[in-house]
C-alpha cells in the first residue's frame, strides 16, 4: 500500500499481509461486543464505514483482538495498532508530511538518534512512550490511534488499565466468574483460529500449561507443544512432564546443539532489524527454535502460535506487598529500579526518566496508584517487551494468538481487589483446582514464585536501590545460552562490549551489541517473506 493523498504517504511492506481495499489497511482480526468474527476484508470495511474520529475510537475500544488498522477517511488519515500493539506501526510528520508504515527504517532518511530513547533503551531495553529510537520517526502506543489533519497528528488512548476503585467481590464468587471467563476467552480463541493446528510453547509455568490443558479438556486434537533451551534445564523437565501426562506430541529444541549456527545464519540481520523496530531489543529467546523448527517442517506451515504471554502479569505477578498504599512518586522510582536495570546511567539521567515516569502518573491523577503503575507495565514492558518476543514467530510467517489479553480476562483483573491478585492467589488457585488437578497435572516441583519470593524480591530492589553496586553481582540463570549468543554477536560483528551494561542480567550484553549494529546499519527492511 503507497497511497499519496493530501500530504499522506503509506509505505507498508508484505503488502500479502494487509487487507482491505480503497484506502483502508487492516492486518489480524477482532470480535465485536455481540461475538461476531472479524477478519481480512470484513474487519477493513468495519473501519471504511467510520464516519467521525468519535466513532473511530468507539469502534477501537469495542473490538476485542489482535489487528491494526491504517488508511484515509472522510475525517483524515488514521492508524491504530490494538492494546497490546501486537503489529507495531511507526510514523513520522516533517514539514508537514504525514508518512506511516509497518517498517520504521523505511521512514528514515539520515538517522538521527534521540538522547533520552537511547538512555531509556540502554536502561530498558525498549524506547519509552511514543519514542523509537530515532528522533524524528514515532510508534503508535498501545491501546492508542493516531489521527492527521492540517497537519496535525492528534493521538488518543482509547483503552487504559488503570481504576479509580476496586470492586468488594466475594472471593468465592469471583473464582467461579473466572472460570467462566478463562473459558471464554479459549473459545474466542480456538473460533479466530478456524481449525488450523495450535503449537504452544511450553515452559515449566502455569500460563502455557493452562492454555495446552484447556484443548486437551475440550476436545481440541491438532496440537503440538515445544520447548527449547539448554538441555534438562528446569522448565524444560516440566514441560516434558506435562506433555506426557497430557499425552501432547512434544518437540524439544535443545539450544547446546544449534546456538553456534547463528553466525552464518543469512536471516539474522533481517530478523534483528523486524524484531527490533528501533524501539525494542531483538530477543533471541525464542528465534533459533522456531527457525529449526520452520526449517526442519516440524510442524505445518499454517499452524498458529498461541504462547501464554502474559498471564501471570494479568493475574498479579508484578503487584508487591504494600504496593497498594505507595504514593505516585515511590511506584514512579520503583518501576525505574525494577526495570531500568540494564545499564549504569548518571544520577541526572535517571532523574529524567523517574520524571518521565512521574509524569506518566500523573495523566492519571484519579486513579489508584498502584493499578496506573500495571497500566504502565501493561502498555510499557509487556507490549515492547513481553509480546514483541512474539515477532520471532511473525517472521517466519506464523499468526500468534494472546488469550491472556482477550478484552474481557484483562476487564477481569482490571477492577480487582488488590488482595485477589497479590501472588497471582485467585489465578493460581483456579487454574490448580479447576483445569490442572483433575488432569493430574499440578507436582511437587512447581517454578511458580511463593509469598517469601515476592518479599525477596521487594527486599532486593530495597538493597540495590541503595547500593546500586549490587546490580553488578547479579546473575541470573542462562536456559536460553544468551551468554553464548551474546558472545557469538560480539565476535561475528566485531564490537568491543560496553562496561557500563549489567552482564549479569542476560539482556544487558544483548542490547549492547544491538546498539551498536543498529548504529552501524542504516539499510532499509527488505520487502520480504520467508
Same mark, same amino acid.
Given at each position: 500500500? %503507497?497511497?499519496?493523498?493530501?500530504?499522506?504517504?503509506?509505505?507498508?511492506? +508484505?503488502?500479502?499481509?494487509?487487507?482491505?481495499?480503497?484506502?483502508?489497511?487492516?492486518?489480524?482480526?477482532?470480535?465485536?461486543?455481540?461475538?461476531?468474527?472479524?477478519?481480512?476484508?470484513?474487519?477493513?470495511? &468495519?473501519? $471504511?464505514?467510520? %464516519?467521525?474520529?468519535?466513532?473511530?475510537?468507539?469502534?477501537?475500544?469495542?473490538?476485542?483482538?489482535?489487528? +491494526?488498522?491504517?488508511?484515509?477517511? *472522510?475525517?483524515?488519515?488514521?492508524?491504530?495498532?490494538?492494546?497490546?500493539?501486537?503489529?507495531? &506501526?511507526?510514523?513520522?510528520?516533517?514539514?508537514?508530511?504525514?508518512?506511516?508504515?509497518?517498517?520504521?527504517?523505511?521512514?528514515?532518511?539520515?538517522?538521527?538518534?534521540?538522547?533520552?530513547?537511547?538512555?531509556?533503551?540502554?536502561?530498558?531495553?525498549?524506547?519509552?512512550?511514543?519514542?523509537?529510537?530515532?528522533?524524528?520517526?514515532?510508534?503508535?502506543?498501545? =491501546?492508542?490511534?493516531?489521527?492527521?489533519?492540517?497537519?496535525?497528528?492528534?493521538?488518543?488512548?482509547?483503552?487504559?488499565?488503570?481504576?479509580?476503585?476496586?470492586?468488594?467481590?466475594?472471593?468465592?464468587?469471583?473464582?467461579?466468574?473466572?472460570?467462566?471467563?478463562?473459558?471464554?476467552?479459549?473459545?474466542?480463541?480456538?473460533?479466530?483460529? !478456524?481449525?488450523?493446528?495450535?503449537?504452544?510453547?511450553?515452559?515449566?509455568?502455569?500460563?502455557?500449561?493452562?492454555?495446552?490443558?484447556?484443548?486437551?479438556?475440550?476436545?481440541?486434537?491438532?496440537?503440538?507443544?515445544?520447548? @527449547?533451551?539448554?538441555?534438562?534445564?528446569?522448565? $524444560?523437565?516440566?514441560?516434558? !512432564?506435562?506433555?506426557?501426562? &497430557?499425552?501432547?506430541?512434544?518437540?524439544?529444541?535443545?539450544?547446546?546443539?544449534?546456538?553456534?549456527?547463528?553466525?552464518?545464519?543469512?536471516?539474522? *540481520?533481517?530478523?534483528?532489524?523486524?524484531?527490533?523496530?528501533?524501539?525494542?531489543?531483538?530477543?533471541?529467546?525464542?528465534?533459533?527454535?522456531?527457525?529449526?523448527?520452520?526449517?526442519?517442517?516440524?510442524?505445518?506451515?499454517?499452524?498458529?502460535?498461541?504462547?501464554?504471554?502474559?498471564?501471570?502479569?494479568?493475574?498479579?505477578?508484578?503487584?508487591?506487598?504494600?504496593?497498594?498504599?505507595?504514593?505516585?512518586?515511590?511506584? =514512579?522510582?520503583?518501576?525505574?529500579?525494577?526495570?531500568?536495570?540494564?545499564?549504569?546511567?548518571?544520577?541526572?539521567?535517571?532523574?529524567?526518566?523517574?520524571?518521565? @515516569?512521574?509524569?506518566?502518573?500523573?495523566?492519571?491523577?484519579?486513579?489508584?496508584? @498502584?493499578?496506573?503503575? *500495571?497500566?504502565?507495565?501493561?502498555?510499557?514492558?509487556?507490549?515492547?517487551?513481553?509480546?514483541?518476543?512474539?515477532?520471532?514467530?511473525?517472521?517466519?510467517?506464523?499468526?500468534?494468538?494472546?488469550?491472556?489479553?482477550?478484552?474481557?480476562?484483562?476487564?477481569?483483573?482490571?477492577?480487582?481487589?488488590?488482595?485477589?491478585?497479590?501472588? !497471582?492467589?485467585?489465578?493460581?488457585?483456579?487454574?490448580?483446582? *479447576?483445569?490442572?488437578?483433575?488432569?493430574?497435572?499440578?507436582? =511437587?516441583?512447581?517454578?511458580?514464585?511463593?509469598?517469601?519470593?515476592?518479599?525477596?524480591?521487594?527486599?532486593?530492589? +530495597?538493597?540495590?536501590?541503595?547500593?546500586?553496586?549490587?546490580?553488578?553481582?547479579?546473575?541470573?540463570?542462562?536456559?536460553? +545460552?544468551?551468554?553464548?549468543?551474546?558472545?557469538?554477536?560480539?565476535?561475528?560483528?566485531?564490537?568491543?562490549?560496553?562496561?557500563?551494561?549489567?552482564?549479569? &542480567?542476560?539482556?544487558?550484553?544483548?542490547?549492547?551489541?544491538?546498539?551498536?549494529?543498529?548504529?552501524?546499519?542504516?539499510?532499509?527492511?527488505?520487502?520480504?517473506?520467508?
Amino acid at each position: 500500500m %503507497r497511497d499519496h493523498l493530501e500530504g499522506v504517504t503509506f509505505k507498508f511492506s +508484505c503488502e500479502n499481509d494487509w487487507a482491505g481495499k480503497d484506502h483502508v489497511k487492516v492486518k489480524g482480526y477482532a470480535f465485536d461486543p455481540l461475538g461476531n468474527f472479524y477478519d481480512g476484508s470484513d474487519l477493513a470495511l &468495519l473501519f $471504511m464505514n467510520i %464516519r467521525s474520529a468519535e466513532e473511530l475510537v468507539s469502534l477501537a475500544r469495542s473490538l476485542n483482538g489482535l489487528y +491494526c488498522a491504517a488508511g484515509v477517511l *472522510e475525517f483524515g488519515a488514521f492508524a491504530l495498532v490494538d492494546r497490546i500493539r501486537s503489529y507495531p &506501526l511507526f510514523y513520522t510528520n516533517k514539514t508537514g508530511r504525514f508518512s506511516l508504515s509497518d517498517n520504521p527504517y523505511d521512514l528514515v532518511n539520515s538517522p538521527v538518534f534521540g538522547t533520552l530513547p537511547t538512555v531509556e533503551f540502554k536502561t530498558a531495553g525498549y524506547t519509552i512512550g511514543k519514542n523509537t529510537l530515532y528522533e524524528d520517526v514515532f510508534q503508535v502506543e498501545a =491501546a492508542s490511534l493516531i489521527l492527521f489533519k492540517n497537519n496535525v497528528v492528534t493521538i488518543t488512548e482509547y483503552f487504559n488499565y488503570t481504576t479509580v476503585n476496586t470492586d468488594k467481590r466475594d472471593y468465592a464468587e469471583c473464582k467461579k466468574e473466572l472460570k467462566e471467563i478463562l473459558d471464554c476467552a479459549m473459545q474466542r480463541m480456538v473460533e479466530s483460529v !478456524k481449525g488450523r493446528p495450535i503449537a504452544i510453547p511450553l515452559s515449566g509455568g502455569y500460563d502455557s500449561r493452562f492454555i495446552l490443558v484447556w484443548l486437551v479438556n475440550n476436545g481440541y486434537s491438532d496440537i503440538v507443544a515445544f520447548t @527449547y533451551g539448554k538441555k534438562n534445564n528446569p522448565d $524444560m523437565l516440566l514441560a516434558e !512432564k506435562v506433555a506426557k501426562k &497430557l499425552n501432547v506430541r512434544w518437540i524439544c529444541v535443545s539450544y547446546d546443539d544449534i546456538v553456534n549456527e547463528l553466525g552464518q545464519d543469512q536471516f539474522l *540481520e533481517d530478523y534483528v532489524l523486524y524484531g527490533s523496530n528501533a524501539s525494542s531489543m531483538p530477543f533471541f529467546q525464542d528465534y533459533p527454535a522456531v527457525k529449526k523448527i520452520h526449517n526442519e517442517g516440524l510442524f505445518v506451515s499454517n499452524s498458529v502460535i498461541v504462547p501464554g504471554h502474559s498471564g501471570d502479569f494479568i493475574a498479579g505477578s508484578h503487584l508487591l506487598p504494600r504496593e497498594n498504599r505507595k504514593a505516585s512518586a515511590q511506584l =514512579a522510582a520503583d518501576i525505574f529500579d525494577a526495570h531500568n536495570v540494564y545499564y549504569d546511567i548518571s544520577r541526572v539521567d535517571r532523574s529524567r526518566i523517574v520524571n518521565e @515516569y512521574n509524569d506518566f502518573f500523573s495523566s492519571y491523577s484519579t486513579s489508584i496508584p @498502584y493499578s496506573v503503575s *500495571e497500566w504502565w507495565n501493561f502498555k510499557e514492558r509487556q507490549a515492547k517487551f513481553i509480546v514483541n518476543s512474539c515477532r520471532a514467530y511473525q517472521f517466519f510467517g506464523y499468526n500468534i494468538r494472546l488469550p491472556f489479553f482477550d478484552v474481557e480476562l484483562v476487564e477481569f483483573f482490571r477492577t480487582l481487589p488488590f488482595e485477589y491478585k497479590l501472588y !497471582k492467589r485467585i489465578y493460581k488457585e483456579v487454574l490448580e483446582e *479447576e483445569y490442572f488437578k483433575p488432569l493430574g497435572v499440578c507436582f =511437587a516441583e512447581e517454578l511458580q514464585p511463593s509469598p517469601f519470593d515476592y518479599k525477596k524480591k521487594m527486599l532486593k530492589q +530495597c538493597v540495590t536501590r541503595m547500593i546500586p553496586l549490587l546490580k553488578h553481582l547479579s546473575k541470573q540463570p542462562d536456559f536460553h +545460552c544468551y551468554i553464548e549468543i551474546s558472545r557469538l554477536l560480539f565476535e561475528k560483528y566485531e564490537y568491543q562490549p560496553d562496561s557500563s551494561y549489567m552482564r549479569g &542480567l542476560l539482556s544487558g550484553p544483548i542490547i549492547d551489541w544491538y546498539m551498536n549494529f543498529i548504529k552501524n546499519h542504516n539499510e532499509v527492511l527488505p520487502d520480504k517473506n520467508l
